[in-house]
């Protein structure tokens, strides 16, 4: 099972930019799509964005031409550049891969 760390979470001004890492252990992380979810509070837990291991990705709605999943496979690390945050990007941010969850990493966009 693999295990992942997200880090790069904290407070941004409106307007401002964040990038997240997912690091994940084992093998093979090459092969396997990763995903990143957030939570706000009182909502439910939404997918943002999706790389699959060829690097072809998607993205909500809400954040296109804004947030950008990337991947080095080298590192076995995913990341989320959010570019243009607003307050309603406040939520807890999670990377998600072959089942396995992060801990998840808090994202405040606030004045």
């Known amino acids: 099972q693999v295990q992942l760390v997200e880090s790069g979470g904290g407070l941004v001004q409106p307007g401002g930019s964040l990038r997240l890492s997912c690091a994940a252990s084992?093998?093979?992380?090459?092969?396997?799509?990763m995903y990143w979810y957030r939570q706000a509070p009182g909502k439910q837990r939404e997918l943002v964005a999706s790389i699959t291991g060829d690097g072809r990705t998607n993205y909500v709605y809400s954040v296109k031409g804004r947030f950008t999943i990337s991947r080095d496979n080298a590192k076995n690390t995913a990341y989320l550049q959010m570019n243009s945050l607003q307050p309603e990007d406040t939520a807890v941010y999670y990377c998600?891969?072959?089942?396995?969850w992060g801990q998840g990493t808090q994202v405040t966009v606030s004045s």
């Open positions: 998600k891969s072959r089942g396995s």
């Open positions: 084992g093998t093979d992380f090459s092969i396997y799509a």
